[in-house]
């Protein structure tokens, strides 16, 4: 399991999001008690997506080799799906709790109860698979502080630095409401400061200081704090804060944003394929850390964003597109958890593909097999004592008598959740 600058790996790469689903709630210890807000279907379908492009971006690094000009392309712009995911968090949390009393101990407990458990679950499953593959090779004392480092630093595995900036978000967001409330009707001037610092941010990475030891472990490790990506967090917030003008902008503009993302999205592919033909490795021109990336990222969240309000408003509460999207929602976080164990079991067997049907084929064969594993083993872990710790989501009871009396043609209860 090797990583690059990205945080990847030739297994996969990774790029995450308050990860389970959108729920609205009452305000925790708010009195008097309030209506929900309405739920956001577009929300639903922007993380669907999100994470298929996601498992995309993994499968597409773990079947090709770093100098590949085109999958490097294509796996640059699949990155959004990283920055994409800090804005939905941001997005979620805000318009949940937004001008809505609640208390940052109620808030925390209740958040870090659905992601710090997993986290540390994961992690130590990660940790465990690693030893036995034999990455790494060491005693019992080494073995154990290796755990303590990689739980502190999100390197348990390629995806799990995620869940840890989704944490440091959840530490920060008290004092972001409090942010938004001081500035309110001047919610722009925040974001123009939010983007210059992103700049500066992006900047360093690319051209980082010298620094020797610790400080350059440290620095190597930076993409997995919050402090590097302040524009895409604050971007949710505010969005979510102004939903009524956002959507009313959606509306209005929907068409323009959806032109402009495919028109940046060809520029920065086009701006790639340029840097390679110069001599520049794909690894190094695929950085997503380059400063100009910036507008692509924005510019894809913008019309993803779009497209999904698009298809929230027409949707039909019991077609097959809205019950898939309902159920791709809730089995996120699980197939987000699980999909670099699917790959990495499928590792040995993609060079022999390859040889046999090439590497487009295979890459696609390797991402449905990916995809029905990880729902596979979703639904498994959704379905054992502990789910909550597993998957941050309660157990899903199902009754089993009554699926079999239906299979014959009789009146079975409903699966139900506890």
């Excluded at 309405?38 to 492009?53: I, K, M």
């Excluded at 309000?309 to 159920?327: E, G, L, T």
Aim: proline residues 6%; aromatic residues 14%; positive net charge.
């Amino acid at each position: 399991m090797t990583h690059d600058e990205h945080g990847t790996g030739r297994t996969g790469a990774v790029t995450v999001s308050d990860l389970a689903p959108v729920q609205t709630e009452p305000a925790e210890n708010a009195a008097p008690r309030k209506v929900k807000r309405p739920y956001l279907y577009q929300a639903d379908l922007f993380r669907v997506v999100t994470f298929a492009c996601v498992i995309a971006d993994h499968v597409i690094s773990g079947c090709s080799a770093p100098d590949t000009v085109p999958a490097k392309g294509l796996e640059m712009l699949l990155h959004f799906t990283r920055l994409a995911f800090f804005a939905l968090t941001g997005f979620v949390l805000v318009y949940q709790y937004a001008r809505r009393p609640f208390t940052a101990t109620s808030f925390w407990r209740r958040r870090f109860a659905l992601v710090g458990i997993p986290y540390v679950v994961w992690s130590v499953f990660y940790w465990a698979y690693a030893l036995y593959l034999g990455i790494w090779h060491l005693s019992i004392g080494q073995a154990l502080w290796q755990l303590v480092v990689e739980l502190a630093t999100g390197n348990a595995w390629y995806q799990m630095y995620f869940l840890l900036v989704t944490m440091q978000v959840y530490l920060l967001f008290p004092l972001i409401m409090k942010l938004l409330n001081a500035t309110e009707g001047y919610h722009k001037w925040v974001l123009a400061v939010c983007a210059v610092l992103q700049v500066v941010f992006m900047w360093l990475f690319v051209h980082p200081p010298v620094l020797t030891g610790f400080l350059a472990d440290v620095w190597g490790r930076i993409y997995v704090v919050v402090i590097a990506y302040p524009l895409f967090v604050m971007l949710g917030a505010v969005a979510a804060w102004h939903l009524d003008a956002v959507s009313q902008a959606v509306r209005r503009f929907g068409p323009w944003i959806v032109t402009a993302t495919v028109v940046a999205t060809l520029l920065t592919e086009l701006d790639y394929l340029r840097g390679t033909h110069n001599g520049i490795p794909p690894m190094q021109a695929s950085n997503i850390f380059l400063p100009h990336m910036i507008v692509f990222f924005v510019l894809v969240i913008a019309g993803q964003y779009t497209v999904s309000c698009w298809w929230a408003s027409r949707r039909r509460p019991d077609s097959f597109a809205s019950r898939a999207v309902s159920y791709g929602s809730d089995r996120s976080f699980a197939v987000f958890l699980l999909h670099p164990l699917a790959l990495q079991i499928l590792a040995p067997y993609i060079l022999p593909w390859e040889a046999g049907i090439g590497m487009l084929w295979t890459t696609a064969i390797v991402y449905l097999l990916v995809l029905a594993m990880s729902l596979a083993g979703a639904e498994i872990t959704r379905r054992v004592p502990g789910s909550m710790w597993l998957n941050g989501r309660p157990m899903i009871r199902t009754d089993y008598a009554g699926l079999v009396r239906r299979a014959f043609g009789k009146p079975a209860a409903s699966e139900s959740r506890g």
